[in-house]
């Protein structure tokens, strides 16, 4: 689904999903975001359900859990994306602009988790990236997650013992439709026809939803 809206796609929108399929559905059975949105679809409902942020009562503390996890996982992914991506040459694609990990360590900073405390955290497993399929694979997940994290920011900002701890959910700001579709247009052109990036990208997605899963348990 090609739209001009800058907000929320209509599938976050239905679902307060912080970590949002895709929505496209006007295009052919091949597409590779349909194929994404379809493969993961089981895998993106237990990751929801792990996260519980469509609880707009969620404790602080299970709060400040759930964003340690996702620092945990972002901690190892973003250096093997910045290895992947760093000669990508399709400015649309944007990699470095896409960190989370800055916003991650200012949000537990907020929740009142110190810099010692982040590094003892214990290591994630995150799958082998060997190749830009692997990446694009993980980056539908992390940037479904920006997607779908704009509904969760807006009850979570009316949380004030939340205050300055959710910019993980709003880091583009109002160009997040933007983004997403930019990220659209690039995997489009990388995939094409082919059936062997397709596959692997589909892989690459479902095997970071179940890194996401476990890390979220």
């Not at 999903?17 to 006007?26: E, F, R």
């Not at 910019?167 to 690039?186: A, E, H, M, N």
Request: overall charge negative; proline content about 4%.
């Amino acid at each position: 689904m090609d739209t001009q809206a800058v907000h929320v796609d209509a599938s976050a929108a239905n679902s307060d999903s912080v970590i949002a399929a895709d929505p496209t559905g006007s295009v052919g059975d091949g597409d590779i975001m349909l194929r994404l949105r379809r493969a993961t679809a089981l895998a993106h409902a237990r990751v929801e359900a792990c996260v519980g942020l469509d609880n707009p009562d969620i404790s602080q503390a299970r709060y400040r859990d759930v964003m340690i996890a996702f620092y945990r996982l972002h901690l190892v992914l973003e250096p093997r994306l910045d290895a992947l991506f760093r000669e990508f040459e399709d400015p649309l694609l944007d990699w470095p602009g896409r960190h989370k990990l800055g916003s991650l360590i200012q949000d537990l900073h907020a929740l009142g988790v110190t810099p010692d405390t982040l590094t003892a955290l214990p290591a994630t497993a995150i799958p082998a990236m060997d190749d830009v399929a692997a990446g694009f694979g993980a980056l539908y997940v992390t940037e479904g997650a920006t997607l779908g994290g704009q509904l969760i920011a807006r009850y979570l900002g009316a949380r004030a013992d939340l205050a300055g701890a959710y910019s993980y959910f709003t880091p583009y700001g109002d160009q997040v439709g933007r983004r997403w579709r930019d990220l659209r247009v690039v995997l489009r052109q990388w995939v094409g026809t082919d059936e062997t990036r397709a596959e692997a990208v589909v892989t690459a997605a479902l095997a970071t939803f179940l890194a996401f899963e476990a890390a979220l348990s």
